[in-house]
């Protein structure tokens, strides 16, 4: 099979598992409850009732609903909130923003530190640096997220007092979007919340980068270049890191995608208006259309840096079968 047939087939099969993915969210949404029953006020009679529930077309048949949602997907027509009485795609789109905000630095310093935390260990096999780092990047790993955030809430903000406890500004500071940049306030509130998903998120690369380095480190390539008298610092960064590092790269693309999914917990646990707690509050408040989108985005996301990780591994390691 050549590399673009292969290309072809994998692109074909993200598709399909995306819309197995949405039928699947669509028929679990519609058991957890009546959304109609968010508008209902004491006195309220059936008659009224009803008609709310065919303002959003909840009185059709379910195989109707199935296919106007479908083509909705389609259409990139995302329907109205039943809880914001708004269209859904901004309302999430300005959590999802929220939530790059911690995703992106977290990410970054766990795969810096990973990489770099992974190599020294490698290097130097076998001295307390190294076991110190194995139990610590196992213990983060093993760890769940949630329970992290709880430790570092209740040191950090709770006995020692030096943070916020929940939130993403303080309520006397006005800003939203990309203008919560620009507020001080707005970093003091974060720093709890990107300290826990770093150490959850650095247990990977590291670990991966150690394994991977220890293979390379035992190549005749890295003996010639001792007795070549090049120096130790550039053998192990410049020839070895960099020979290491593929199966870390493909893993951060869909390390990338899945730490969204662990943004439910960490938000919902510091309170953080992310779109992780979006969802939550929407699956709560049986607001299809916010938790539907929320839900497919985020799969959407998981599909695609699968897909890339994927085809990079293929492109780079020629020893890749794609058969």
């Not at 300005?94 to 260990?121: C, D, H, K, Q, W």
């Not at 992780?276 to 607001?287: A, K, T, W």
Request: hydrophobic share 55%.
């Amino acid at each position: 099979m050549d590399f673009k047939t292969y290309i072809l087939r994998r692109i074909v099969g993200t598709v399909v598992t995306f819309f197995v993915i949405a039928s699947v969210v669509f028929f679990l949404f519609r058991m957890v409850g009546d959304p109609a029953s968010l508008f209902m006020a004491p006195g309220m009679d059936g008659e009224q009732l009803e008609r709310i529930r065919a303002s959003f077309g909840l009185d059709e048949p379910l195989y109707v609903q199935y296919y106007r949602y479908m083509i909705n997907i389609l259409t990139l027509d995302f329907g109205v909130s039943f809880y914001y009485r708004s269209d859904v795609a901004p309302v999430v789109f300005e959590r999802m923003l929220n939530s790059l905000f911690l995703t992106i630095p977290a990410i970054t310093i766990a795969y810096v530190g990973g990489i770099l935390g992974g190599v020294y260990m490698a290097w130097n096999r076998g001295e307390r640096s190294e076991t110190f780092g194995l139990l610590a990047a196992t213990a983060f790993r093993s760890t769940p997220r949630f329970w992290l955030g709880i430790l570092l809430l209740f040191f950090g903000a709770g006995i020692f007092g030096l943070f916020p406890s929940f939130g993403m500004v303080s309520h006397n500071v006005d800003a939203t979007g990309l203008a919560v940049l620009l507020e001080p306030d707005f970093y003091h509130h974060i720093i709890l919340p990107i300290l826990s998903m770093t150490f959850y998120l650095m247990g990977l690369p590291l670990l991966l980068m150690r394994t991977s380095m220890l293979e390379v480190i035992n190549e005749d390539f890295i003996d010639v270049c001792i007795a070549k008298g090049i120096g130790e610092r550039d053998v192990m960064y410049k020839h070895a890191a960099r020979n290491a590092m593929l199966p870390v790269i493909t893993a951060m693309a869909v390390g990338i995608a899945f730490s969204f999914g662990g943004n439910v917990l960490v938000e919902t646990v510091f309170s953080y208006p992310g779109v992780g707690r979006l969802m939550v509050d929407s699956v709560f408040r049986s607001d299809y259309p916010v938790a539907q989108f929320a839900f497919l985005l985020m799969a959407a996301a998981v599909l695609t840096m699968n897909l890339i990780a994927d085809l990079a591994y293929s492109y780079l390691d020629p020893r890749v079968s794609l058969e």
